[in-house]
């Protein structure tokens, strides 16, 4: 069974710019949520969604914001980037959070803001 | 709010030289406790979920247990590729079910 996969794995964006990110959960897994991690924060909630809506979030600015397809893929979006930005931005699906269900991490995506 | 406190923040070890891993949390009720291995650069690898307290589950050289207040991950002959950075994390029974993380314990296990 393939696991959660995410696309690009690394990418280089200046101040200013957008940049969109995708994750492919686990085959029939519905919840994909997704983290930010920095070595000063450690893990940090942004969203999830479940068939197409976003059910939770983060506290993260509006800047950052997330949409979800039928086939359950989904990507973030984070617009004006700020250095700050730079992180792994993580994908983790489940089949559904609104129970004790385990979520699978994918490999990030490394984002680098100059 | 849920916390989680895991200690040590680091840990260096000696191959063959056992050791604990220590995760505290404070939630409003218990729905399951994870454990994740993450390498550097790379995402978290699940590992193991206990749901209450006394449980315990193993995996090779891994053990996790748990108590009401703690949850520990002993470690028994350590060899170098369990080198990697550790995290807990926990579900609560109520609000959203969203996992809190832990900041984790980075372990280095020297031959």
């Known amino acids: 069974k393939a696991g959660v996969t995410q696309t690009p794995r690394y990418l280089i964006k200046t101040r200013g710019q957008q940049v969109t990110l995708s994750c492919s959960p686990i085959?029939?897994?519905?919840?994909v949520s997704w983290y930010q991690q920095t070595p000063g924060q450690g893990l940090q909630f942004l969203f999830e969604?479940?068939?197409?809506?976003?059910?939770n979030k983060g506290n993260f600015p509006g800047r950052f914001s997330g949409r979800q397809f039928s086939n359950s893929r989904s990507e973030m979006n984070v617009s004006t980037l700020e250095l700050g930005d730079s992180a792994l931005y993580l994908c983790?699906?489940?089949?559904?959070?609104?129970?004790?269900?385990?979520?699978?991490f994918g490999p990030g995506t490394r984002l680098t803001v100059l | 709010e849920d916390q989680v406190t895991q200690s040590p923040e680091a840990l260096r070890l000696q191959e063959g030289e056992s050791s604990s891993l220590n995760c505290s949390y404070t939630v409003s009720g218990l729905r399951g406790l994870f454990w994740y291995r993450q390498d550097p650069g790379k995402g978290p690898e699940f590992l193991f979920t206990?749901?209450?307290a006394g449980e315990e589950k193993e995996k090779e050289r891994l053990k996790a247990t748990l108590t009401k207040k703690e949850s520990f991950l002993h470690i028994t002959a350590p060899k170098p590729e369990d080198s990697a950075t550790y995290l807990c994390?926990?579900?609560?029974?109520?609000?959203?079910?969203?996992?809190?993380f832990g900041r984790g314990t980075s372990l280095i296990v020297h031959p």
């Open positions: 994390a926990v579900q609560a029974s109520g609000g959203s079910y969203i996992p809190t």
């Open positions: 085959s029939g897994h519905r919840s």
């Open positions: 969604y479940f068939s197409e809506t976003q059910r």
């Open positions: 983790a699906s489940s089949r559904d959070s609104t129970s004790t269900d385990t979520q699978y």
């Open positions: 206990l749901y209450s």
